[in-house]
């Protein structure tokens, strides 16, 4: 019941919330590789129900949600909204979720990376959207003392083409480089777990043993090549040896994310989150 209200304070408190955001951190201050020239100005349109879509992305950045100090377990979120590559659905499967998150304990970070498949896009997944990911999750561990982040337990939650995103950061991490001339090059964009909801392309999923632990999400009746292919992707993490938890939620769709009409058992998803980080002593203080 607190849970549930704690839920419904998060979602009424929207308006209210407009008018005092979160701080916002833009990853290359001087301008994203890939972006030079671009300097058009983000669009936002609101859905039927009054939700903010995000398109035309060329200043990527990072939305700062931080628990109250004495809350903070140490743990830290990178989210990653979908919307296909085309436009970023940044309140249900961002803003809402990073609120949430912090309320419970975990720092998160809401990205607006770039959108290979925007009409006249130039940018390309595997090359400017991970790049994107890349720089937050160093972004976010340069500045860990500063947001109360442990390092080692920093991860990345993405929904439907932000978990292919996330999917492609934990395939692809890379090492911290000392001797980059740029200090948040210097750490490591590797996440320590991954959180795969309904996630897009899921056939490419292809961990290996050093890959970290995942939780994966979706619902029966989305499409059959996440509701299927999701457990397929279980399967392969159990063969590659890597710690990992799957959820189908029967009766439910694609695109759910943090949503008040969401009812039954998968309202509560994020409680399941919960549950897994800190059985996997994520969330101690």
């Known amino acids: 019941m607190r849970r549930a209200l704690l839920l419904a304070s998060l979602l009424s408190a929207g308006a209210a919330a407009r008018a005092d955001e979160p701080p916002v951190v833009v990853l290359w201050p001087n301008g994203a590789p890939g972006s ?169 999923i292809l961990p290996t043993p050093q890959s970290p632990p995942a939780f994966l999400l979706c619902g029966a009746d989305d499409r059959p090549d996440i509701s299927e292919g999701l457990a397929s992707v279980y399967l392969r993490f159990k063969q590659a040896g890597v710690p990992a938890e799957l959820h189908v939620y029967s009766g439910v769709g694609h695109g759910f994310g943090l949503r008040a009409t969401n009812t039954g058992p998968v309202a509560h998803w994020l409680d399941r989150v919960h549950e897994w980080m800190d059985g996997r002593g994520l969330l101690k203080k």
């Open 36 to 204: 030079e020239g671009r300097s058009e100005p983000e669009k936002v349109r609101l859905s039927d129900g009054g939700e903010r879509v995000v398109s035309s992305v060329h200043r990527p950045s990072l939305t700062v949600y931080l628990p109250e100090a004495q809350a903070a377990t140490g743990a830290g979120i990178v989210v990653m909204p979908g919307g296909g590559h085309r436009e970023l659905w940044t309140d249900h499967e961002g803003h809402r979720v990073a609120a949430w998150l912090s309320a419970h304990g975990v720092s998160a970070f809401v990205l607006k990376y770039r959108l290979a498949r925007e009409e006249g896009s130039s940018y390309t997944v595997e090359e400017h959207a991970l790049a994107d990911a890349r720089r937050a999750l160093r972004t976010v561990r340069s500045r860990a003392a500063e947001w109360r982040v442990d390092p080692e337990r920093l991860g990345v939650l993405g929904f439907s083409a932000g978990g292919e995103l996330a999917a492609l950061a934990a395939m692809r991490g890379e090492p911290a480089r000392a001797e980059a001339p740029d200090p948040i090059e210097r750490e490591s964009s590797r996440p320590a777990f991954q959180v795969l909801v309904y996630p897009g392309r899921s056939q490419n």
